[in-house]
């Protein structure tokens, strides 16, 4: 467990020094590569500069070679942190700065060089040389101090005076009973024991960790999910039990993609936060959209196969502010004013939970006797509607553009008092060609957030009423660009109260109907809580619906 490391002692010149390099030093190690030192590396030299990279690689020019007749043993102990940052600097990752920045033990040194000098005495027919360098810096065993139920309490084992010594003892410490407790003198080759908390680690690991008994906490009354994170849930079980599949995606994305899927007007360049230190430079920042993430997601299953996909995720998505970050870093160890927290507090990005999926290829693999319906803007539309009727709202959809989906197959969905909260629809085709998804892929997005923000209250069910029902139906022609939606609304509010649902069933355009126009039809519901309804009083509801459409969008009843 002790690196050494060999010098051809006729190649050293002078005295050997242990120190930091100095900027703008080089040294070629035994790989033969050139390297640029750091201030902060340690390094070994001689009279003639840098030797040797400490513990991590020597120098090319004191190379033990088979020419070599003379060797000098060296048998240090470097600081880990120190270690691990010199090769990782260097990207030169060697047995030996592997076991230095795990620490090694600080007494075996001398009995590693002197059992190297045995071995080559022995093996190799050397004779050793009577000379020992030995510089020892004294480092006193860590002495922890053990309080009697310190591992008990921590753990929740009720461990013996016996046991508790005898485990310790095992792993190589030293151990006294006191008036309140045990003083524990950790071995040289544990560096990791530096606390009560190590040692009582360390007899929960010996006794085994199945002899631990486990209990389930009990949530204090009046807590549990909020109403939001409950309705998440809601919202998440609905589309898993419609067939969607939950996945989770990177956080992280390109700024190409967040332009792309964040925005509904091509070229237009949106505010996002971007990373200190990316694990990616294409991908170094925050994603203000769910729908890269599900992309990539989507073209890993593709490549693997799978055909049939319909994937959701829930997550949070980012958008800054006017500003990011703040000027206001308070010091360690001192609890920041209220004005630095709110000056912190304005710098973090607004962080809405969305809620968002995709839809590629058909319902299921084709069968004798049944034809596989593909996957189109319908089924991403159903998928944000069940999320609004989990919520208890009721979403507006209407017509829109989005550069990301197609130019006639996009749905803008929108809260009632008319805050966009997402699209729905077919994706654009030259998206689909550039990002190699399949024909006619889908997708929807949903700020769960706001959609959550517009209930009116917790969602109530329905009566029932033990009267019928009286249903009629009604065909309006209108022109081609007004949605069925905004139709069906001003139905609903001419209808008034007896008015228990309404529904489009058909949407015609052709023979008989005039360019331009279309024919939608609706199947109205009436229904009174207290009495049988007549057919003159639905006739009147449904005379007074059509009036609205009539005056709203010149809707022409259809024979």
Known sequence: GQPLHFYDADKVQGEIVVRRAVAGEKLTTLDGVERDLHPEDIVITDDSGVIGLAGVMGGASTEVTTETKNILIEAA????????????????????????????????????????????????????????????????????????????????????????????????????????????????????????????????????????????????????????????????????????TEVFAYPF??????????????????????????????????????????????????????????????????????????????PLGERPSDEVLADLNAGIPEQPVYFSGLFAGAEHEPMPGTQARAYDWRDALDAARLIADVLGVEIVIAQGTHQAFHPGRTAQLRTQDGQTIGYAGELHPKLLQTENLPERTCAFEVNFTALFASRSGVPQASPIYG????????????????????????????????????????????????????????????????RTLTAEEASASREAAVAVAVERFGAVARV
Not at 148 to 158: C, F, H, L, P, S
């Open 77 to 244: 102990r470097f600081d880990e942190v120190s270690i691990a940052r010199t090769a990782r600097r260097h990207k030169l990752i060697s047995e030996a700065s592997k076991r230095f920045e795990r620490g090694v033990d600080t007494k075996l040194q001398p009995a590693a060089a002197q059992r190297a000098v045995e071995l080559l005495v022995e093996l190799a027919a050397g004779v050793a040389d009577a000379g020992v360098t030995d510089v020892v810096i004294s480092r006193e065993p860590v002495v922890i101090d053990l309080p009697r139920d310190y591992v008990a309490n921590r753990i929740g084992v009720e461990y013996s005076p016996e046991q508790i010594v005898n485990t310790l003892t095992e792993i190589g410490c030293e151990v006294e009973a006191t008036a309140t407790g045990y003083t524990v003198k950790a071995p040289s080759w544990r560096n990791d024991l530096l606390a009560p908390e190590d040692l009582a680690e360390e007899i929960a690991r010996l006794d085994g960790y199945e002899n631990i008994p486990y209990t389930l906490p009990v949530a204090p009354a009046g807590h549990g999910y909020t109403p939001e994170q409950a309705a998440r849930r809601r919202a998440a079980n609905a589309l898993a039990a419609a067939g969607l």
């Open 253 to 330: 994305v390109s700024e190409e993609a967040n332009n792309l899927w964040s925005s509904p007007t091509a070229g237009e360049k949106v505010n996002s936060v971007r990373l200190a230190n990316p694990i990616s430079s294409a991908e170094g920042w925050l994603r203000r959209s769910l729908l890269p993430g599900l992309t990539e997601v989507l073209q890993r299953n593709l490549s693997r196969g799978f055909k049939n996909l319909k994937i959701f995720e829930a997550g949070r998505v980012f958008i800054p502010g006017e500003r990011q970050g703040s000027a206001s870093i308070p």
């Open 467 to 530: 009267y019928p029902a009286a249903t009629q139906d009604v065909a309006l022609v209108v022109d081609e660009n007004i949605p069925a939606s905004e139709v069906a609304q001003a139905l609903r509010d001419g209808a008034g109260e007896l008015l228990e649902d309404l529904r489009v069933f058909d949407d015609y355009r052709g023979q008989g109907v005039e360019s331009g126009k279309k024919s939608l039809a609706f199947a109205m519901r009436f229904r009174a809580p207290d």
